[in-house]
């Protein structure tokens, strides 16, 4: 039984959102019987309340989990596995909706945490992977399989992984789709802590609470610092408009905008030239 009151908001079919009163929205992928596989409508939805968390100012920190204790995601849906990425329909044109995800996991300003039960899978291991931070379970097991069911993701599920255990063991796991258990997983690195299944919600909650009583603007800054590097010019950008949105509060830069306004030249000799 959870201790934490969370509320459901939104109607879906694939997922659960739900927030806590002090700021924590929890986003679960609710297809237990195929061990949270996502198909392309898992991941519109969970992109719709990835954006939703976003867009309130009152959610600080997201936690991303699979409903039940055997599965944080098993990866693509196989059963809807064309042969141009994965189907929304029958008739629709497949692609990789989870790339689009990815980015946006990447984008979004606040701290994204995986509590992963169980299987963290294939395209389900990434998604872990694009999570800023990871709290497992004892039971949980890591792995990719995409060369064992055809498939393979050169995006973040190589770079990420590469940059968290290094190269040669970032190939292991991919050229010999081997699962690892939870321990092994915190050996090498990919994940941050490993606790008793039944104390998984509980500790997730801590790291989040942790993290809810700091700057926010400094953990987005941070958050984007390290992407800055590794997203290349799109991290940069991020983390240059963010510089931007700090810079649009001063009064040097309301002076810009007061004296276009005003049909005047600025003056901006008030201000420093900082050394
Ligand atoms: C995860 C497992 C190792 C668990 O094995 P276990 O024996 O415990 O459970 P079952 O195999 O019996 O599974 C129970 C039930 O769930 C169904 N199921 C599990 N996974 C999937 C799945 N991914 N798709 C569909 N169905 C699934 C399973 O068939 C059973 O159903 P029953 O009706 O028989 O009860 C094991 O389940 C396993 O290995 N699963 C498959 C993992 C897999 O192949 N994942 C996909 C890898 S490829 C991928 O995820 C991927 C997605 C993308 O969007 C990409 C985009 C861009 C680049 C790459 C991508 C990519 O690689």
Request: glycine share 10%.
């Amino acid at each position: 039984m959870s201790p934490e009151t969370w509320t459901p908001q939104g109607e879906w079919t694939d997922i659960r959102y739900e927030t806590t009163p002090d700021g924590i929205a929890r986003i679960t992928i609710d297809r237990p019987e195929v061990h949270n596989a996502f198909r392309p409508q898992t991941l519109v939805e969970v992109d719709q309340a990835l954006r939703l968390a976003r867009e309130d100012e009152r959610v600080g920190v997201i936690v991303l989990t699979g409903a039940g204790d055997r599965a944080f995601c098993s990866g693509g849906d196989q059963r809807v596995r064309g042969e141009s990425g994965y189907q929304l329909d029958e008739s629709a044109t497949g692609r990789f909706h989870v790339t689009d995800l990815h980015v946006a996991m990447r984008r979004c300003p606040k701290p994204i945490v995986a509590m992963v039960a169980g299987w963290a899978i294939g395209g389900g291991h990434v998604l872990h992977l694009v999570c800023d931070l990871t709290i497992a379970a004892d039971n949980a097991r890591f792995g990719q399989v995409g060369p064992r069911v055809g498939s393979f993701d050169g995006g973040y599920g190589s770079s990420i992984l590469a940059d968290l255990v290094g190269p040669k063991k970032a190939k292991e796991i991919w050229f010999l789709c081997r699962q690892y258990d939870a321990a092994t997983a915190l050996e090498m690195g990919l994940v941050n802590t490993v606790v008793p299944l039944a104390d998984l919600e509980a500790e997730t909650m801590r790291w989040c609470r942790e993290m809810l009583a700091l700057s926010p603007y400094a953990l987005r800054l941070s958050k984007l610092s390290f992407h800055a590097h590794e997203d290349g010019y799109a991290g940069i950008q991020q983390l240059a408009h963010d510089a931007n949105l700090l810079f649009y509060g001063t009064a040097e830069a309301a002076e810009g905008r007061e004296a276009f306004k005003a049909k005047r030249a600025p003056d901006f000799t008030p201000f420093p030239r900082r050394p």
